[in-house]
């Protein structure tokens, strides 16, 4: 099935430090959604993103919609051992008939304390 | 809000038997439910959707007689992996939306790990 390309696939970075992570398309898309996965687990929603440009605020993460509407990004500030796990960046593509989304290969997360 | 419930969890099953997975919506009604596969280490494939009182959609590859899926009420969505093989191990996971809509974000059960032996 198609997938998006999200990168960096994995990262180990340093507590207290920022992230940084995101997610392309060859096409455009109507909606980004980003996930958090914790091993063993189902995905949990993080942000949702549904207009060109926008930019949403959880906590210490933020999520833009990209202008070109191809892409999304994510960004964690001051990092924290629990931040730890794979995220997850899913779309929804502007042809789609229904309302399936497509996800992201993953990004790894490890915080280093 | 918005509470997807898997059942069960985990599950072993002899190769040849077959297993069946709920998914729940615990405090709206769906619809519709996804039904998604991950193998270890990769991302989340989309298998079917599953459609409330009509049949399955079924992506292109996934054979529908291998994995019946029944939505039988607002509330509830099975998955049944039948004839199980060990290469149909691995991690099922139903996701849903209280509505449908383009401002509608999925929300998933806590998935259920399924070795075949």
């Known amino acids: 099935g198609q997938q998006l390309n999200q990168s960096p696939q994995s990262m180990f970075i340093q507590e207290g430090e920022d992230v940084s992570m995101n997610c392309t398309s060859s096409?455009?898309?109507?909606?980004w959604l980003w996930y958090k996965q914790d091993p063993g687990e189902g995905p949990v929603l993080l942000i949702a993103l549904y207009k060109a440009g926008e930019l949403t605020s959880n906590g210490r993460l933020t999520a833009q919609f990209g202008i070109t509407r191809k892409d999304s990004f994510l960004n964690i500030s001051a990092s924290i051992p629990s931040d730890v796990g794979i995220y997850f960046c899913a779309g929804r593509p502007r042809t789609s008939g229904t309302y399936k989304y497509i996800f992201g290969t993953g990004t790894r997360l490890k915080v280093l304390a | 809000g918005a509470v997807v419930s898997q059942h069960p969890s985990w599950v072993i099953c002899k190769s040849g038997t077959s297993v069946k997975i709920e998914c729940r919506s615990l405090?709206?009604?769906?619809?519709?439910m996804f039904w998604y596969r991950q193998f270890p280490k990769q991302s989340l494939m989309l298998m079917a959707t599953?459609?409330?009182?009509?049949?399955?959609?079924?992506e292109q590859g996934v054979e529908k007689d291998k994995f019946l899926i029944n939505h039988a009420s607002l509330t509830l969505s099975t998955l049944t992996v039948t004839s199980a093989h060990p290469e149909d191990s691995s991690f099922y996971i139903c996701?849903?939306?209280?509505?449908?809509?383009?401002?509608?974000?999925?929300?998933f059960g806590n998935g259920t790990r399924l070795t075949v032996t």
């Open positions: 096409s455009i898309f109507n909606t």
């Open positions: 996701s849903a939306s209280p509505f449908l809509g383009p401002d509608s974000p999925l929300h």
């Open positions: 599953s459609n409330e009182g009509s049949k399955a959609t079924y």
């Open positions: 405090d709206f009604q769906a619809t519709t």
